[in-house]
């Protein structure tokens, strides 16, 4: 069967030892969930997320804050992962060594079957103590929002990554170092302008890796990489798999 893809990239996807791949919000798009450079919704189309998704509101208002990410993890929940995920499932037992690090917070890669996937801003189901930092898998039962901390009575708050915030250095560590080390690098569904994410295809182009951006349209990487896959996310990658292992 013919397929619209460079051979190159064909025999490239066959053939690497090592692939890392990079995901972004267009890939949950086509499972509904917002990312936050578009309008939100109903009750909360008011506010602007860059302003929630910080320390600085969190401190201001922590109630807010806590509720719009109930909202979030409400719409993660009740999405599903679409056929890109799935086919990044797909790639990732197909390569020998498979890096897939991820922007998203919404759990849907790991929902999709991939493994060891490297969440570099966090996961929106996990929660954490903003006093301390450390992880609260569970607490008392409570009408306070947001609930406290049952170790230190801090509030309580999401495991994301916000705005001015540092990113896990072992998940930041294993994706540079992934990158770095690939034979071939996909940048998929990112706009590719928030860092330190947006520097890991440019580690791998400096590192010799061939790079490969997959997006509806171009974005400030495209003009330094190998090749463009215009289009949406949830269409080429199965379609991929389907050229290169079907
Ligand atoms: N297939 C492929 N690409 C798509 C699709 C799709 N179906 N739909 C949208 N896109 C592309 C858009 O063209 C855009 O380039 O996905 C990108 C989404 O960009 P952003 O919304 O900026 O998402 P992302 O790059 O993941 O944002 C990075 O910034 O908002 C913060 O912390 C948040 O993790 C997020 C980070």
């Not at 990044?88 to 079957?113: C, S, W, Y």
């Not at 294993?174 to 990112?190: E, N, P, Q, Y």
């Not at 791998?204 to 509806?216: D, R």
Request: hydrophobic share 45%; charged share 20%; glycine share 8%.
């Amino acid at each position: 069967m013919s397929h619209p893809f460079p051979p190159v990239l064909i025999e490239k996807l066959k053939t690497a030892q090592r692939v890392a791949v990079l995901t972004g919000a267009g890939v949950s798009a086509e499972s509904g969930v917002p990312t936050f450079r578009e309008a939100q919704t109903g009750l909360w189309a008011q506010y602007d997320p860059q302003e929630l998704a910080t320390p600085r509101a969190f401190r201001q208002n922590p109630k807010l804050v806590w509720e719009w990410y109930a909202w979030r993890r409400q719409l993660a929940a009740k999405a599903e992962p679409n056929p890109g995920h799935l086919a990044l499932a797909e790639m990732g037992k197909r390569v020998p060594h498979f890096t897939l690090i991820t922007q998203n917070v919404d759990g849907l890669h790991p929902r999709a079957g991939s493994r060891h996937v490297v969440a570099l801003h966090g996961d929106i189901t996990r929660t954490k103590c903003f006093a301390d930092g450390r992880p609260v898998a569970v607490w008392p039962e409570t009408d306070q929002i947001p609930p406290r901390c049952p170790r230190c009575d801090g509030l309580l708050r999401p495991d994301v990554v916000w705005f001015g915030e540092g990113l896990p250095p072992d998940a930041l560590g294993t994706a540079v170092s992934a990158a770095r080390s690939c034979d071939l690098f996909f940048s998929i569904g990112t706009s590719a302008l928030v860092q330190p994410a947006a520097s890991l295809p440019i580690e791998a182009l400096n590192s010799g890796a061939f790079v490969v951006e997959i997006n509806l349209n171009e974005t400030p990487l495209t003009p330094h990489i190998h090749l463009l896959l215009k289009g949406a996310s949830g269409v080429i990658l199965p379609k991929l798999i389907q050229a290169v292992w079907a």
